[in-house]
């Protein structure tokens, strides 16, 4: 029989982590004949250089997914975040996507993404206890 040694990390490095998605993705075009992937980054950096407000995520097989949204407390509700999201948009419909996914907690930002456009498709509860782990998606025409 067969054993293998588990290594728990609570701190994977970049590259680890980057491994992985490689190695997914590749499983990912070879089950799907789809080999457009394509990463996606916005970010907005201050004087000094540091990141203020951000996105990322990837566009893969006409959709686009959408994985960190932040903007620092300092700059929020003055529409810097429904920018970060229409010139996500664009980008999106300019490389052929459908529709723009993403998720998030009952506790981020649900309703931000409402007024936006998007709607609830999964919602698990209790992810984390006491809140909701939620999917939604934009159609993109």
């Not at 893969?60 to 700059?75: A, Y």
């Not at 996500?88 to 996914?101: F, N, T, V």
């Not at 907690?105 to 509860?125: K, M, T």
Request: glycine share 10%; charged share 25%; proline share 4%.
């Amino acid at each position: 029989m067969l054993k293998w040694e588990f290594m728990f990390h609570e701190d994977p490095t970049p590259e680890e982590v980057r491994f992985l998605e490689d190695r997914l993705y590749d499983f990912n075009v070879a089950a799907t004949g789809i080999s457009d992937g394509r990463a996606l980054a916005i970010l907005v950096r201050g004087d000094d250089g540091n990141i203020q407000a951000g996105l990322c995520g990837h566009t893969w097989g006409r959709c686009c997914e959408i994985r960190q949204v932040w903007v620092e407390d300092s700059l929020r509700d003055q529409g810097l975040g429904s920018a970060l999201m229409e010139a996500a948009e664009m980008e999106a419909r300019q490389r052929g996507c459908r529709q723009i996914l993403l998720t998030t907690h009952s506790f981020q930002a649900p309703g931000f993404y409402g007024r936006l456009g998007f709607e609830v498709v999964v919602s698990v509860p209790e992810y984390p206890e006491g809140h909701q782990h939620l999917l939604l998606r934009k159609r993109l025409t």
